[in-house]
């Protein structure tokens, strides 16, 4: 592996290209990966638990951290 290339100013050298939707599609399916929406909220989250973290468990972490 070489260096970069660095520009006038001795930082790395950048490039900027636009890709169409279909070569973004290629390069995903090629590194077997996918353009994925995150899931906004787990189906097995537990709400009851959820709260006792947020109202016992979290404030003695942040004044511990404090």
Same mark, same amino acid.
């Given at each position: 592996?070489? @260096?970069?290339?660095?520009?006038? %100013?001795?930082?790395?050298? +950048?490039? #900027? ?5 279909? /070569?973004?599609?290629? @390069?995903?399916?090629?590194?077997? %990966?996918?353009?994925?929406? +995150?899931? #906004? ?5 537990? /709400? ?19």
């Amino acid at each position: 592996m070489g @260096y970069p290339e660095m520009s006038a %100013s001795g930082q790395p050298a +950048t490039y #900027s290209y636009a890709i169409t939707l279909q /070569e973004l599609s290629k @390069y995903l399916k090629k590194w077997n %990966s996918t353009p994925q929406k +995150t899931i #906004s909220r787990t189906y097995q989250r537990d /709400e009851v638990r959820v709260m006792k973290w947020l109202n016992e468990e979290y404030p003695a972490i942040e004044a511990k951290a404090q």
